[in-house]
């Protein structure tokens, strides 16, 4: 389904299914399989997950960075 999508959209799957790239835009991957950058329109989003996959930082092109924290849970 990927690779047919990929064809006819002008999106991008890297070997382990990732996506990679879209009409103006590219991302890349961390080594988790988690999106770390988009790049598009001359800008570049970047993203950090932390183990349990929660996005802990944003950095915008045009805005502060953007740290999260998150509660364990407990149970």
């Given at each position: 389904m990927?690779?047919?999508f990929g064809r006819?959209?002008?999106?991008?799957?890297d070997s382990?299914?990732?996506?990679?790239?879209?009409?103006?835009?590219?991302?890349?991957?961390?080594a988790g399989g988690r999106t770390d950058t988009l790049a598009a329109d001359a800008t570049t989003?970047?993203?950090v997950c932390d183990t349990d996959d929660?996005?802990?930082r944003t950095t915008l092109p045009s805005t502060p960075v953007e740290d999260r924290a998150?509660?364990?849970v407990v149970g």
């Amino acid at each position: 389904m990927a690779e047919s999508f990929g064809r006819c959209c002008g999106s991008g799957y890297d070997s382990g299914g990732h996506l990679t790239k879209t009409r103006g835009a590219s991302y890349t991957c961390d080594a988790g399989g988690r999106t770390d950058t988009l790049a598009a329109d001359a800008t570049t989003n970047r993203y950090v997950c932390d183990t349990d996959d929660n996005l802990t930082r944003t950095t915008l092109p045009s805005t502060p960075v953007e740290d999260r924290a998150y509660d364990p849970v407990v149970g």
